[in-house]
Nanobody
Framework: QVQLMESGGGSVEAGGSLRLSCTAS????????MAWFRRPPEKEREGVAAIYTVDDSSYYDDSVKGRFTISQDNAKNTVYLQMDSLKPEDTAIYYC??????????????????????WGQGTQVTVSS
């Protein structure tokens, strides 16, 4: 059973940066689509970014394009979300998610939470103005 563990959340002022990490517990990290979602206060969970662990192809929601970068380290079974130029509206609980997708991001709707069947517990990110 693959487990996902997030880390790196915290509090930062607007304009600052944070890097989130998500480590998968099993060798089945390969051929997975890995993603970050977030749940802002009193809102639904939304897709932020996703990456295909075989070729690093990626997806970003329009709200974070140019500010967030998703990347991975295969040797560590870890996916990162570098968040720069943070805004108060980025405040949310951030979740790591994964799904087996041997044919890549193009075969799933990368920003939809029901595409993913593995989830981490979440990490809080708070951006103050």
């Amino acid at each position: 059973q693959v487990q996902l563990m997030e880390s790196g959340g915290g509090s930062v002022e607007a304009g600052g940066s944070l890097r989130l990490s998500c480590t998968a517990s099993a060798d089945s990290y390969r051929t997975k689509c890995m993603a970050w979602f977030r749940r802002p206060p009193e809102k639904e969970r939304e897709g932020v970014a996703a990456i295909y662990t075989v070729d690093d192809s990626s997806y970003y929601d329009d709200s974070v394009k140019g500010r967030f970068t998703i990347s991975q380290d295969n040797a560590k079974n870890t996916v990162y979300l570098q968040m720069d130029s943070l805004k108060p509206e980025d405040t949310a609980i951030y979740y790591c998610a994964a799904v087996y997708c041997p044919y890549g991001l193009g075969t799933i709707n990368a920003g939809r939470e029901d595409e993913y069947n593995l989830w981490g517990q979440g990490t809080q990110v708070t951006v103050s103005s």
